[in-house]
């Protein structure tokens, strides 16, 4: 089952510098200081960056929504007719897809997106409809991804609408609301939520353009994109690990110390930014200062995001196919929505005589597949391994 997710970046002490986009904060803060931003490093992006049009409806948005949503016979409220044309299978036809951040035009084009896609996608129509729009962050497990050497901690969102009455004086009063959520319900008993405002979730967007431009090294792109994130919602301290990370990337360790510096000096357990420094203090020979950061960080976290992945890795490019099972498992365990790590517990299978097992891994790979290219490198690994049980 692939999880509804919002691509967000975190940290580990085995990587070169790691993106984060966490749970976020709800208190005003001050604007961040100047010391920060460096805008001298950076030429402008060849396209500007800007948000304000993230809730545009297209012609075919509007002509959706009078066609499926405003159109339709008054046999449900607004908001039910909404929630119908978003999950009924023979309107949208909505699809995950975590490999890139989509605005609402173009989440409704492509008809697939990470959750914060389809949340702004939802709250595009909900705006035009004329229903009040509020933000949550979902407390979900621990979920991670990676590309390359940057991990990727994934927060999940949600949207409420709510539907206004007028009442027979012209006052106007809430009659009642919806939660859209792109999770299965049966993941969403008792968690902890917690509201965040527009410019939050904007910079959320924000946040992960930058994340995802940085990943392709598109460096005066990544460096506008966060410098907004942070300036749109001063608060949103991951957007600070965010900007450590393109300094830390585009090899300007002092930006880096600044900015990983001030996200520490905010929230002095944090986790990512404590491990993004101590990575900048060993390159700026500070060995002492480096190893101060990672006991602090052991305290905090005895094993990181993948760690038994690497571990695993090795061991199976070793020929240590035991050792590497073992490793796979342990990080299954604790992850088992992780779709790479049911691969490679697959591979591992396979070399060790167990087809059946292999086969059994590679389909929870496939099944759990957040983006079209790891489903069609697993759907065709487990292909491969059905023909060959098949002879």
Known sequence: MNRAVLLARLAAATVTGCLALGACTTPVLPPPPVSVLHDELFAAPPQGVAADGIFELSPAMQDFLQREIAGVPRHHETLDNLADALFRQDKLKLRYDSSRTRDAAQAFAARKGNCLSLV???????????????????????????????????????????????????????????????????DLGGRYTRAISED????????????????????DEAYAWVRAAIRRAPGFLPGYNSLGVVYLRHGDLAAAETAFGELIRRDSTDKMALSNLAIVEDRLGRADRARALRAQLEQLEPYPPYHFFWLGTEAFRRGDYLAARSHFKREVD???????????????????????????????????????????????KLARLQSALAR
């Open 120 to 186: 702004i996608m939802t709250a595009a129509f909900a705006k035009q409809l004329r229903l009040d729009v509020s933000y949550e962050t979902v407390a979900t497990d621990e979920t991670w991804s990676r590309s390359e050497d940057l991990l990727f901690s994934n927060t999940h969102v949600n949207v409420t609408l709510r539907q206004r009455e007028v009442e027979s004086d012209g006052s106007q009063s809430i009659r009642r609301g919806l939660t859209i959520d792109f999770l299965p319900s049966e």
């Open 200 to 219: 939050t979730l904007v910079a959320m967007y924000m946040n992960n353009r930058g994340a995802e431009a940085l990943a392709e090294g598109r460096f």
């Open 334 to 380: 604790r992850a088992a929505y992780n779709s790479e790590f049911h691969y490679w517990l697959g591979l591992t299978d396979l070399r060790l005589g167990d087809v059946e097992g292999a086969r059994r891994q590679i389909a929870i790979a496939v099944e759990n597949s957040a983006n079209a290219a790891d489903h069609d490198l697993y759907a065709g």
